[in-house]
């Protein structure tokens, strides 16, 4: 896959959008090129006086992080490399002000409150993603959350609370990023190696995972995560 080209300025002789009147700044980060231009496409003619930057992997996000401050990065959370939520949760330290919207295939009843409590400010659906991502700019801009109507009227019911979770919502973000990991296919020595962390570390998280699931093996986490539409 090439690399994505450098930040660009889009409509640089219009008024600015961006806070307190500046540049406004927006990372698009998504393994899939089509998606990455069509967003700056959208972006373009919605917003004036917009510089773009890319990425298509974790590794990518972070090195855009080192390089410039950013206003709203649109983030995959299932990005080759690192978990989506690992990256951020790295971009939460490393630029506290900057705001991250999240982009996923997954259903926000899957992922959505998960990336709200970790510092997200919002959550967008790929297949809806054109319709709303420049009305979920403009509200994230303003200081608010964006998240479905549906999704809102179900936190408002309280449908989020414990007595009411699917059981891999009561996971550990690291949990979850391990079942995920298993249900796609890969060995406890796979993902000790893409993690960084001991066979035996994964191992405990396996146990734990499938203790907290209620299942034995890890052909019956594929079955679940399957089920719950929680791997491609």
């Known amino acids: 896959m090439k690399n994505p080209k ?36 959208v972006l373009a003619n919605s917003f004036d006086q917009v510089q773009f930057g890319e ?3 974790a590794s ?9 401050q950013w206003d709203i990065v649109l983030l995959d959370i299932t990005m080759p ?6 990256v951020l949760k790295q971009l939460r ?7 991250v919207l999240i982009l996923s295939m997954h259903p926000e009843d899957q992922y959505a409150v998960r990336v709200l409590k970790a510092g997200a400010v ?4 790929k297949n809806t993603a054109s319709d709303v991502v420049a009305v979920a700019l403009r509200k994230v801009l303003s200081g608010g959350t964006y998240v479905s109507e549906t999704l809102a009227q179900d936190l408002a019911r309280g449908l989020a609370n414990d007595t009411d979770k699917q059981p891999h919502e009561v996971l550990s973000d ?9 249900a796609s296919g890969k060995s406890v020595k796979e993902i000790s190696f893409d993690l960084a962390l001991s066979i035996k570390t994964v191992s405990t998280y396996r146990t734990r ?17 399957v089920q719950e539409g929680l791997v491609e």
């Open 93 to 99: 330290e490393l630029q506290p002000s900057t705001k």
């Open 55 to 57: 990425a298509c992997n």
């Open 209 to 225: 995972l499938l203790k907290k699931l209620g299942l034995t093996t890890t052909a019956d986490v594929i079955r679940y995560a």
């Open 6 to 41: 450098p930040p660009a300025n889009i409509n640089p002789g219009k008024a600015a959008a961006g806070p307190n009147g500046s540049l406004l700044r927006i990372l698009i980060a998504d393994d899939h090129d089509i998606v990455r231009k069509g967003l700056i496409q």
């Open 60 to 68: 990518q996000v972070l090195q855009q992080f080192a390089r410039q």
């Open 174 to 182: 690291r949990e979850f990023q391990i079942m995920r990991l298993l």
């Open 122 to 125: 919002g959550y967008i659906t």
């Open 81 to 86: 490399g690192q978990s989506g939520l690992d």
